[in-house]
Every structure is written in C-alpha cells, then in structure tokens.
C-alpha cells in the first residue's frame, strides 16, 4: 500500500502514528461534546416552544419580560450556536495539531481548554436557574387554606395523591 499523490493522506509510522491517532481521537471527542451541545440546544428550544404553547392555553403565566419560555429558546439558540462554533473549532484545531506533529513541533493549547470548560459550566448553571425559576414561583398572597404565608415557594406540578388501597 502506497501513498497516492495528491490523496492528503501519508503513511506514517511509529511515534508519529499514535500522535496522528490521539490527535483523531480527540478530533472526535470534540466533535462528541459539539453534538451533545446542539442536542442540549435543541431540547432547550423544544422546551420553550413547549411552556409557550402552555401559555397560549392559559397555564403557565410568562415570568419577566420574555413571552413564557423564551428564556428557553433563547438558551437554546444560543447553545445550538455554541455547538456549532466548537465543531468548526475542533475541526482547524485538528489540522493545526497535524501540521505540528508533521513538523517535529507541538504545542497545547491549555487556555481553549480552559475557556470551553468555562463555557460549559456557565451554561449549565444557566439552565439550572431556568429549571429553577420556571419551576419553582413565590406564593403570591396568603392562602388560608393550605397555611402558605407570603414569601413561602410552591412548585407548579399538580400534587401527588396517595393511594389508600393497595393491593
């Protein structure tokens, strides 16, 4: 097996196969977090498009300025963009990393790992103050008849009934 002229691929041998291979493998994981990134996205996005049907039926109030769930979309959107950003990214950090492993000379890149890292992490805390926030809702006046005094919190979903008879 020979190289074909003009095909850009080269066979290597030794040391430099397996930095080849680790510098694929971590192509791909790259592009694994990428995708997990567009697929959080997209379920982000569903899920406001979701609360905004729930409250064109009169279910669930908007909260803040954004109609109900657009807190939603808008993470979403923007972690679809994220998603997509660190795919091209991870693709011209690949090539980068090949020519350095061609040319005897590699380098690594500590500070984007640092900044994805970052990134991810925000953005998880993001959507867990969403979660929080459309799931949990200040009790807005006293209610006498459950005890609930004003600053208390109460969760939307309906409450569950126990079931007296087992069998």
């Known amino acids: 097996m020979g ?11 030794g040391s430099h196969a397996t930095e080849h291979l680790a510098n694929e493998r971590t192509f791909l994981a790259w592009v694994r977090t990428s995708l997990g990134l567009i697929g959080l996205g997209f379920v982000l996005a569903r899920m406001g498009l979701f609360l905004r049907q ?7 109030p908007a909260v803040g300025r954004l109609p109900a769930g657009g807190e939603f979309m808008v993470s979403g959107v923007l972690f679809l963009f994220l998603g997509t950003l660190l795919a091209g990214w991870s693709g ?15 380098k690594a890149l500590r500070m984007s790992v640092t900044v994805v890292t970052i990134v991810v992490v925000i953005g998880g805390l993001f959507i867990a103050g969403l979660v929080v926030k459309r799931t949990v809702q200040p009790v807005e006046a006293e209610n006498s008849t459950n005890g609930a005094r004003l600053g208390q919190f ?9 079931h007296g ?3």
């Open 54 to 60: 729930l409250s064109s039926l009169g279910v669930m």
């Open 92 to 106: 011209l950090t690949y090539h980068r990393v090949r020519k350095a492993i061609d040319a005897g000379g590699f």
């Open 165 to 167: 008879n087992a069998r």
């Open 3 to 13: 190289d074909r002229p003009g095909s850009g691929t080269s066979l290597v041998s």
């Open 154 to 162: 109460r969760t939307l979903a309906p409450p569950v009934e126990a």
